[in-house]
Each structure stands twice: as C-alpha cells, then as structure tokens.
C-alpha cells in the first residue's frame, strides 16, 4: 500500500506542480509591486512598446513607467482631457492589428475596462508631460531618454 502511495505521489506530484503557477514579485518600486503578471499582461496587451521583446525589458518598461508616473504626480500639465485618452486608445487599438478583439485579449489576461482605461489614462499622462517638457528640445527623444536614465539612476536602477 505504502509503495503505491509512493508511486501515485511520484507520478502526480510533478503534473501537480507544472500546473500551479505562482505570480512572484519582480520589483518594488516607489511603493508599488510589479509582479509577473504585470509583465504578461503588458506583453499580451502590448502595452509597451514592439521594440521591447523579453520579459526582462518589459520589466524595465514597466519600472520606467512607474518612476515616470511617480515624478509627474499630479502636474496639471500632465493632465490630458477625455478627447486624448480617446484618442490614445485608438492609436493602441490600431497598434494590435488582427486578431482576438479587445474583449477577448482583456479577458485573456482577466483585465478589466476600467484597468484597461486606467492604464491607457496613465500613458496618456506620461506622453503628454513628455511633449510639454521636452517637446522643443533639439532631439526630444534624446532628452526623455536622458530624464528617464536620471530617474532610473536616482532610484537605485541601473
């Protein structure tokens, strides 16, 4: 009897284990957790950019994202109006080509609109400080790419 119980431990233990996956914490940062769902959900959704591949730099996307948000705070300059969200969410829905309609990729990843819309509203802010505050620079890519290594750097990042 021992010897089956043994057996049966044996063959459904691991079976077991491969099917449980456990969300593990990959950053805290300002606060705030970004777990391993984080990063799939912003894969799946892509809500980052196409350039940005492993998990490793949507991990580093996602800590960009948050210092970002956490320096602009609540700057009313960084406020965008309903017409802008709007606007943004097209572009994103524009950016995911054919496929599973929004519906479907949010209930994939078991996010909800208003997630979703939260999200979008924050990129939106994110943008938006970036156009007003470096927009007249000579290279404004250059410029955020500059203020975000200084955020990373005044966070302890690399």
């Not at 960009?64 to 609540?74: H, M, P, Q, S």
């Not at 208003?114 to 620079?137: N, P």
């Amino acid at each position: 009897m021992r010897a089956r119980l043994i057996l049966l431990l044996a063959l459904t233990t691991p079976a077991l284990l491969s099917a449980q996956q456990v969300d593990q914490t990959r950053r805290i940062l300002a606060g705030r957790v970004i777990m391993d769902t984080d990063i799939t959900v912003a894969q799946e959704l892509q809500l980052v950019p196409p350039s940005v591949k492993t998990s490793d730099e949507v991990l580093i996307a996602l800590e960009n994202r948050l210092l970002k948000l956490v320096e602009i705070g609540n700057t009313a300059l960084a406020t965008p109006t309903e017409e802008e969200v709007t606007a943004f969410r097209q572009e994103w829905e524009r950016s995911l080509g054919f496929g599973d309609s929004v519906s479907a990729r949010l209930a994939k990843v078991h996010m909800g609109e208003a997630e979703l819309m939260a999200w979008l509203r924050d990129d939106a802010r994110i943008q938006k400080f970036q156009r007003a505050r470096f927009g007249r620079d000579q290279n404004p890519d250059a410029a955020v790419a500059r203020w975000t290594q200084d955020l990373r750097k005044r966070a302890g990042l690399k």
